[in-house]
C-alpha cells in the first residue's frame, strides 16, 4: 500500500508551548485512521497540520506524495483536494444549502454554476437532504447541517476527509445521521482521518486508532489491538472513562 498521509516527526510549539511533539504516523490509501485522547492533547491542531491550516516548525508532512513544506509546492491547490469536516459545520449562514455546495466548485475548481449545480444536488441527495437544497444552514437541524457539510467537502472530489469532532457538538439523536453518512464514505474506500471520541465508529470502520496525550502519539494501532489490550497506562486510563 501507499501513504494517502504521511506525518514525519512532526514539532509544533505555540510561544514556548511545545502542542506537538515528534508526531508519526501515516495513513494508507482507502485507509481509516481514528484519532482520540483527551482534550487539549493536540487532535486537532495534529489534523490541521495535516491540510496546512496549522504551520508546524519541525518534521515534514506529505499529502499524496507532495511535501506540504516544499517551496514548489502550492499549498491552496493541494488544501483543495483535502475534505474537512469540523464540530461546528461552518457553513455559510447567507447562502442557501445549494449555493453552499456550489461555491467553491465554481470559484475554486472552475466548474461551471450548471455542472456544480447538478454534482451538488447529487450529494445532497446522497446524505438526505436534497428536499431542503433552497433552505438555509439555520433552518436546518444540526445533524443535517452536518450532513450538508461533508457533501460540500465531498463536492471537491477530495482525495482524502479530515474530520475533527464530527458529532460532538450534536443533540444525541443526530449523532447516527451523520455517522451512518461517514460509514458509507467509509466503506467506499475513501481515506479518512477521524477525530473523534464515537468508538463505536471506530470499532465499525477504523483500520487503526491512534491515542494522543500532551502533544504525543502515545498508541498507533491496529483496531483490535488498542481496544483489545491498549499497551499504555495512559490508553488504558483513557478508554475506562469513555467506554
Ligand atoms: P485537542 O483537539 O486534542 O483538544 P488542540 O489541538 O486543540 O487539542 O490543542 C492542543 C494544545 O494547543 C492545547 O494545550 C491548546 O490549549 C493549545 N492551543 C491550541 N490552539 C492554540 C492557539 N491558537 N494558541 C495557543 N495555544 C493553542
Ligand atoms: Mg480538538
Known sequence: MSAMIEISGVSKWYGPIQVLKDCSTRVEKGEV?????????????LIKTVNGLEPFQQGRISVDGIDLSAKTTNLPKLRA??????????????????????????????????????KGMALLDRVGIKMHADKYPGQLSGGQQQRVAIARALAMDPIAMLFDEPTSALDPEMINEVLDVMVALAKEGMTMMVVTHEMGFARKVANRVV?????????????????????????????????
Open 33 to 45: 485512521v481514528v484519532v482520540c485522547g483527551p482534550s487539549g492533547s493536540g487532535k486537532s491542531t
Open 81 to 118: 483536494r483535502v475534505g474537512m469536516v469540523f464540530q461546528h459545520f461552518e457553513l455559510f449562514p447567507h447562502l442557501k444549502i445549494i449555493e453552499n455546495l456550489r461555491l467553491a466548485q465554481v470559484k475554486v475548481l472552475g466548474r461551471s454554476v450548471e455542472e456544480a449545480n447538478a
Open 211 to 243: 491515542f494522543m496525550d500532551a502533544g504525543e502519539i502515545v498508541e498507533d494501532a491496529h483496531k483490535e489491538e488498542f481496544f483489545g489490550r491498549p499497551r499504555s497506562e495512559r490508553a488504558q486510563a483513557f478508554l475506562s472513562k469513555i467506554l
